[in-house]
């Protein structure tokens, strides 16, 4: 599966972007999509993630209520929605791609590039 993320920016807190992910080379409907983020000096986190179906979804405390996850399978394409953005939301912005549910970022084979996020005070 090859994945590209776009969508990042620079952009004031309380903000919104919209973050989407390409996906080809596979049946995309079959795999969970992961978003994690890592922020200069951190480990790579989990942010939310979409079953197959897009009936699923999960979201980590720090981005509940906030950011939803949505994919569109006819364009094989999934979405990050996030607003009331934070300062402490900057970070890189990475796509991911497992056949099976996962929070763990060490049990993706698949990511897209990053899309760089950063939120200004």
């Known amino acids: 599966v090859q994945l590209q993320a776009s969508g990042g920016g620079l952009v004031q807190a309380g903000d919104s972007l919209r973050l989407s992910c390409a996906a080809s080379g596979r049946t995309f409907s079959n795999y969970y999509m992961g978003w994690f983020r890592q922020a200069p000096g951190k480990e790579r986190e989990f942010v939310a993630i979409i079953s197959g179906s897009g009936t699923s979804t999960y979201y980590a405390d720090s981005v509940k209520g906030r950011f939803t996850v949505s994919r569109d399978n006819a364009k094989n394409t999934v979405y990050l929605q996030m607003n009331s953005l934070k300062p402490e939301d900057t970070a890189i912005y990475y796509c991911?791609?497992?056949?099976?549910?996962?929070?763990?970022?060490?049990?993706?084979?698949?990511w897209g590039q990053g899309t760089q996020v950063t939120v200004s005070s």
């Open positions: 991911s791609a497992r056949l099976t549910y996962s929070e763990v970022a060490t049990q993706y084979n698949y």
